[in-house]
């Protein structure tokens, strides 16, 4: 069974922090992929990796940074939290079509 | 750039009833494919069905259904005989057949089956 899974369900981080979510996935899949969600906005990919080490930015990269060490690893990194990136971050890897994961509902206070 | 339009924010449907979420996109494009995701409450996203835009059949899993109409760039969704565990968000995405295999997704259709 193909599985992505994300390192929490639900975090809450003050402003100013460093945060970072993970995301594994077991595929072996090359290409893997950060979204964040919010109502009546849709999913919007911040980020994207093709391979270890390789990443492009999605539509809304300002204020976020990626990681990926290992081909099953991709992490999603917030430099300094604002409260404008509380949201729920969603990570999916890419096989015959794009499985996600369970999502990591953030809040910045 | 490619855009994908969906016009129904939220829609309800009676119990073993059929329901559609309407879907459409824009591109140049001439080869990509089209899918809907469902994503129940609090529990994660999950492919429904999809369409490659080479095939004029329309694809159909079980209860759903798709009518795609490439002219159109029309991608809509049908359920039929709707269940309670079809209550969820669905959204449209599109994704190009050559190049980074970015998808583009809808904004979603909130639909929740009445008991």
């Known amino acids: 069974d193909v599985k992505v899974t994300q390192s929490s369900r639900y975090l809450v981080k003050r402003t100013g922090e460093k945060v970072f979510l993970e995301c594994v996935q077991d595929?072996?899949?090359?290409?893997m992929f950060w979204y964040r969600q919010d109502p009546g906005l849709g999913l919007r990919l911040i980020y994207f990796?093709?391979?270890?080490?390789?990443?492009e930015k999605g539509d809304i990269p300002e204020g976020y940074s990626v990681s990926r060490e290992k081909k099953e690893r991709f992490s999603l990194i917030l430099e300094s939290a604002s409260t404008n990136q509380t949201s729920m971050y969603l990570c999916?890897?890419?096989?015959?079509?794009?499985?996600f994961g369970p999502g990591t509902r953030l809040t910045v206070l | 750039a490619q855009t994908v339009t969906q016009s129904q924010p939220e829609m309800s449907v009676q119990e073993a009833e059929t329901v559609t979420l309407s879907c459409t996109y824009d591109?140049?494009?001439?080869?990509?494919?089209l899918f809907w995701y469902k994503q129940p409450p609090s529990r994660q996203m999950i492919l429904v069905i999809r369409?490659?835009?080479?095939?004029?059949q329309n694809a159909t899993e079980n209860r759903f259904s798709v009518n795609f109409q490439k002219a159109a760039k029309s991608f809509s969704l049908k359920i039929s005989d709707s269940q309670l565990g079809d209550t969820a968000m669905y959204f449209c995405?599109?994704?190009?057949?050559?190049?980074?295999?970015?998808?583009?997704f809808g904004t979603g259709t909130r639909l929740k089956v009445l008991a």
């Open positions: 999916a890897s890419l096989g015959n079509e794009q499985f």
């Open positions: 595929m072996d899949h090359e290409n």
């Open positions: 990796s093709y391979d270890v080490k390789m990443k």
């Open positions: 591109t140049s494009e001439n080869n990509y494919y």
């Open positions: 369409q490659e835009a080479y095939k004029q």
């Open positions: 995405a599109f994704m190009k057949l050559l190049g980074t295999y970015k998808y583009i």
